[in-house]
């Protein structure tokens, strides 16, 4: 079985210009969760996907972030303009069900960095 | 609100020595709290997990953690220390119905020969 896979493993973009980020997660999984981390800091939660629906989306630091999940499957997260706050580590999640405890599966990540 | 404290930020150890890795957590309701793993270039892996019943609970890769409600902490050990556990350790915890994870800011564990 396939794990979680992000697109692309690095990203260096400049100031202003727009990025996507692509996540496809483990066939069957309807849970898809992005997370990023800023260098030196914590991993936060950015937003979380059922199928194609947005059921919590607290963590988006701003209208910049643009993130859709169309058909339930892959999902991508744009960035535009992208500013320099941005640069961080993008991760993908997924899981099978929302029970309490249930695994989520992390991809590699997508690190971007913006200049 | 939920949240948790890695209060080391880096643990250096020599090979075959133990080690604990700290966490404590905030929580108002019920917790579930995990220990995710990072190896270098390569993605977050699940180590163990707390849901409920027994308070010490065995992962993989011989680590083992321990939930202690009174003093509201989660650490992390393992008796003897590998090369291969070089890595970078994150507590989480979970809760409410989207089950986000809330993390800590990781501990990087150096293990020297």
């Known amino acids: 079985e396939a794990g979680v896979t992000q697109f692309p493993s690095h990203s260096v973009i400049e100031k202003g210009q727009t990025v996507t980020l692509r996540c496809d997660p483990i066939?069957?999984?309807?849970?898809l969760y992005w997370y990023r981390r800023v260098m030196g800091k914590e991993i936060k939660f950015l937003l979380h996907f059922v199928k194609e629906s947005k059921q919590d989306e607290s963590g988006m630091p701003n209208n910049r972030f643009l993130a859709e999940r169309t058909g339930g499957t892959y999902s991508t997260l744009k960035v535009q303009p992208a500013e320099l706050e941005d640069s961080g580590v993008y991760f993908c999640a997924s899981s099978r069900d929302l029970l309490q405890g249930t695994e989520a599966f992390f991809g590699q990540g997508t690190r971007l960095t913006v200049v | 609100a939920q949240s948790v404290t890695q209060l080391d930020s880096q643990v250096p150890v020599f090979e075959e020595a133990p080690v604990e890795l700290r966490c404590n957590y905030s929580?108002?309701?019920?917790?579930?709290l995990f220990w995710y793993v990072q190896y270098p270039n390569q993605g977050l892996q699940l180590l163990l997990k707390?849901?409920?019943?027994?308070?010490l609970v065995k992962g993989i890769n011989g680590f083992e953690a321990e939930f202690n409600k009174s003093q509201t902490s989660f650490h992390l050990r393992k008796p003897s220390v590998h090369i291969s556990d070089t890595a970078e350790y994150f507590c989480a915890v979970s809760g409410g119905a989207t089950n986000k994870l809330i993390f800590g800011t990781g501990t990087l564990l150096a293990v020297q020969p």
């Open positions: 066939s069957g999984h309807d849970n």
């Open positions: 707390y849901l409920s019943g027994s308070t």
């Open positions: 929580s108002s309701v019920s917790v579930y």
